[in-house]
């Protein structure tokens, strides 16, 4: 059923979720971008719905609620540990579907990776409820349908946001009750058809051609473009990658905390083992694993789906302006070459 | 050509003797040093109906035109009539009873500044705009004055020599939970600023003793761990100067401290130079000034009535470093 709802209902609305949820949407925070007086767009506990940024892309993605930048896995004292706490509240996430996704592609990774659960993603994914965002543009960076992310059905209440009025598709029975009351009408959620920007993924169909891609000379420049930084992977929703290390009290050298922190592929460090030796020296090596990780190696070990959800957000949060999009299609034309030569 | 012409008139009129008698450049003011291209056509009009058909981008971001005659300046002046409302009247909202006969004064010299955070990526500050707000406090003033505003510790406008030179600072942020030990701010602090950032059980320590406020450290963290205060702060360097005697850089008077700071100080400038020039408004470098007066009765009258916020820091006392090319510069007669 759908409804037509004031911002004055939704907020009453919400305030009744917050009861039981912890809500979750992209916010603005303002003058907090990387450049002064540009703003910053992430996910945080909202208050209103007016707070919601729908018309524009978030520099930072919604696994961070799921998957926190800093998580506390358990605390130990000399002789025991005890397990980190989270709270009793659901969790309630506004997305658009690219990032749905993508947060699919997360449960790939954590909770069928070696047919092992990661307890710690699983106890806070458990209370995920997803409300979805109309896309009520094609942002220039999306490529959402070319990676099949466009669509979802994994969600629980669909809204389109209006100047003073929200459309709310209610899927899910359990938000039926909040809005009995508000005036029916005829909405059904539209997913994007079409976007400005379109990736052709490159086929390698044996160990061969990935050898030949491994060697391809498009990957050298980006020794002189990227920087490592890693903003690309911090903003990626489908980026898992984590270091966990003891962090032992000042105060009392025994006792401390285990706890893990996000890392990236793409800084000089993340392949470095005990010794000093890494297996991926430059950021040609560290942009080509990106790349195919993305594109490629994920799809090989799971099957159904790239890794990328295409929402852009690693173009949009790379400072040397390089973009994955067109990357992935200038692999694609290279591949298409490699193929043309042995046929 | 019989010359009869007081030229330091023309000179408060902001147009400048030169080699040839009789010829004067012309100075138009860009207070911030941005302004619309269209006002680039009137220029242009001045340039090759009066002057020499050039003109020179003024070591003070003037516009300066060479080359126009003692006959036309009542013609230039009239002419530049509209460039003076448009930019002193209308942006600057800088009071002026009369713009029939061109710039009124020249005492308090052009601001100039780098372009900012209106395009830079290092800009903590839109220069221009605090140069405008600047401008409707010194101009017109016969006293003269000196000031060039940074967008960021850089200081590409040369904020280090000047009288009064203004930087953009930013009071950085750490988000703990937000960082992830990647440590890209320890490199950017270290390439470009104080190096006061270092790495504690994979997060991030600062000594807070030397931050530049420069704002690397959030351009290049990946997580938006480190983000700028909204509030914007200001470093104040006094004193810098150039000149055949003993040119020196300026020194750091002020760190730290808000717009309304700023525009305080700025705003006793002229009653401070009055005291001390015993009201006859005469050039003297403001680096002068403040030496004539003493660094410490500088302090007390620029600072006099002006609330510091509380993250000011305030020089207790300034040790110059003076290029002598005449030496024993500060040892004087007794009796002059
Ligand atoms: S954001 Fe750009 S420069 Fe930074 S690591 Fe990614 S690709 Fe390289
Ligand atoms: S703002 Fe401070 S901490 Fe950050 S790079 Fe500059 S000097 Fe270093
Ligand atoms: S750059 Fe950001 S994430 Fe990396 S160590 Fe510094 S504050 Fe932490």
Request: aromatic share 10%.
């Amino acid at each position: 059923m759908s409804y037509a709802v004031s911002i004055e209902k939704m907020d009453k609305v919400l305030k009744e979720l917050k009861k039981k949820y912890r809500v979750y949407a992209p916010i603005r925070f303002e003058k907090r971008g990387r450049y002064s007086d540009t703003d910053l767009i992430r996910y945080a506990e909202i208050d209103s719905v007016k707070d919601v940024v729908y018309n524009e892309k978030s520099d930072f993605s919604p696994k961070e609620v799921i998957h926190p930048i800093t998580q506390t896995l358990f605390h130990f004292t000399e002789y025991e540990y005890r397990e980190s706490q989270i709270d009793d509240k659901e969790i309630l996430i506004f997305a658009h579907p690219c990032d749905i996704n993508g947060i699919k592609r997360l449960d790939t990774i954590f909770l069928e990776n070696g047919n092992n659960e990661d307890v710690y993603y699983k106890r806070l994914r458990d209370k995920v409820k997803f409300v979805l965002m109309e896309c009520q543009e094609d942002w220039d960076t999306c490529f959402c349908i070319s990676m099949g992310s466009n669509q979802t059905d994994d969600y629980s209440l669909a809204i389109k946001f209006g100047e003073d009025q929200l459309s709310v598709e209610v899927k899910d029975n359990e938000f039926e009750g909040f809005f009995a009351s508000e005036e029916e009408i005829d909405f059904t959620y539209k997913f994007v058809t079409a976007n400005q920007e379109e990736v052709n993924l490159p086929k390698i169909d044996d160990k061969e051609m990935l050898k030949k891609v491994y060697d391809l000379k498009m990957w050298e420049d980006y020794n002189a473009r990227c920087k490592d930084c890693g903003a690309c992977t911090s903003a990626c929703v489908t980026c898992s990658c984590f270091t966990t290390s003891d962090v032992i009290y000042s105060e009392n050298g025994r006792v401390g905390e285990r706890r893990r922190v996000w890392a990236s592929c793409q800084h000089e460090d993340f392949t470095e083992m005990a010794g000093g030796h890494s297996f991926r020296n430059t950021p040609a090596d560290r942009m080509r694993f990106r790349t195919l990780h993305k594109v490629y190696d994920y799809k090989e070990r799971f099957g159904e789906e790239h890794m990328c959800v295409g929402c852009g957000r690693c173009t949009d949060r790379c400072n040397q302006l390089i973009s994955f999009s067109k990357t992935i299609n200038k692999l694609t034309e290279e591949v298409n070459r490699l193929q043309k030569e042995v046929n | 050509m019989n010359h009869d012409i007081n030229i330091g008139k023309l000179q408060r009129n902001c147009f400048r003797q030169s080699k040839v008698p009789g010829e004067f450049m012309l100075q138009m003011r860009v207070p911030g040093a941005v302004i619309d291209a269209k006002h680039l056509s009137l220029v242009q009009h001045v340039a090759e109906t009066w002057g020499n058909g050039k003109f020179h981008i003024g070591t003070r971001q003037t516009f300066s035109l060479p080359g126009i005659k003692y006959e036309n300046i009542d013609a230039v002046n009239e002419y530049i009539k509209s460039y003076i409302e448009a930019i002193e009247v209308e942006l600057c909202d800088v009071e002026m009873d009369d713009t029939d006969k061109g710039y009124p004064t020249i005492g308090a010299r052009n601001t100039t500044a780098c372009i900012g955070n209106q395009h830079c990526i290092k800009g903590n500050f839109d220069t221009t705009s605090l140069a405008r707000k600047l401008e409707k406090l010194i101009f017109p003033s016969n006293y003269h004055i000196k000031m060039s505003v940074a967008g960021c510790p850089n200081d590409c406008s040369k904020a280090h020599f000047t009288d009064f030179g203004i930087i953009g600072i930013a009071k950085m942020e750490y988000d703990y939970g937000r960082c992830i030990g990647c440590g890209k701010c320890i490199d950017a602090c270290q390439g470009h600023a104080t190096r006061v950032l270092s790495k504690s059980q994979g997060k991030i320590i600062k000594d807070t003793c030397c931050c530049a406020g420069c704002g690397e450290c959030a351009t290049v963290c990946p997580t938006g761990a480190w983000t700028r205060n909204a509030t914007k702060f200001y470093r104040v360097i006094i004193g810098g100067r150039a000149g055949k005697q003993y040119p020196r850089m300026g020194k750091m008077f002020l760190n730290w401290v808000t717009e309304d700071v700023i525009m305080g100080i700025i705003g006793n400038w002229q009653d401070f130079s009055a005291e001390i020039l015993e009201h006859k408004p005469i050039y003297l470098h403001g680096g002068h000034l403040i030496d004539r007066a003493g660094y410490d009765r500088f302090k007390e009258m620029i600072l006099e009535g002006v609330e510091l916020n509380p993250e000011s820091e305030v020089a207790e006392r300034i040790y110059w470093a003076e290029t002598e090319y005449r030496a024993n510069i500060h040892v004087k007669p007794v009796n002059k």
